[in-house]
């Protein structure tokens, strides 16, 4: 298995899970907009995982929810109760759907704008900051008081999360003036597989 990466991005939650998981895998650092990686991955988007079929497998969320599958010993998702399922491919889509969104007009506002003026792309950046707040609180209180994003256990829907949590870090309303999110970065950052990945992938 070949994760394709980005330093800073969602790919790096599928490279914590791998870890988490024991899989046996190697890991190659990507530029997404090269036309060698479009070859790979034609959105031009991490991550992306060749596990030797017919083409990549694309989109944070379906690699996340296959690593758990293929590791189900890991516990790393939900069991086969269609409840418990229900309830992680929600709080799964809440994190692709709601909080990842929540982040483009502050990373690419010239997406959402028709003036490439400063001032207008300022403007679109400082728009995005109360949505993020929102899905932070909403993330906060997902956490609460168990430490973990789904339930009281280690997920794939953890390593997501704050992989994703830490791009607040320069903004007005960041994950530190969430008491629960807080108390998960910290404990997320202390891990020995999160520190091993963000260091090889800030170096490689």
Known sequence: MRLYYAPGTCAL???????WAGAE??????DPHSESYRRINPLGMVPAVDVGGVRAMTQADAILQ???SLYPGKKLGPSDDLDDRFEFNETMSFLTGDFHPAF???F???RFSTDA?????KAVKEASYPRIARVLEHLDALIGDEGHVWRDRRTVADSYAFVMARWSEKLPASWRDFPHLAAFMESMSA???VRRVLAQSSQA
Do not use: F, N
Request: some cysteine.
């Open 117 to 121: 003026g400063t001032e207008a792309l």
């Open 13 to 19: 939650a599928c490279w914590i899970s791998l870890e």
């Open 25 to 30: 895998y190697s890991v190659e650092k990507v």
């Open 108 to 110: 690419s506002p010239q």
């Open 104 to 106: 483009w007009p502050y």
């Open 191 to 193: 891990d020995p597989d």
């Open 66 to 68: 296959y690593i758990a």
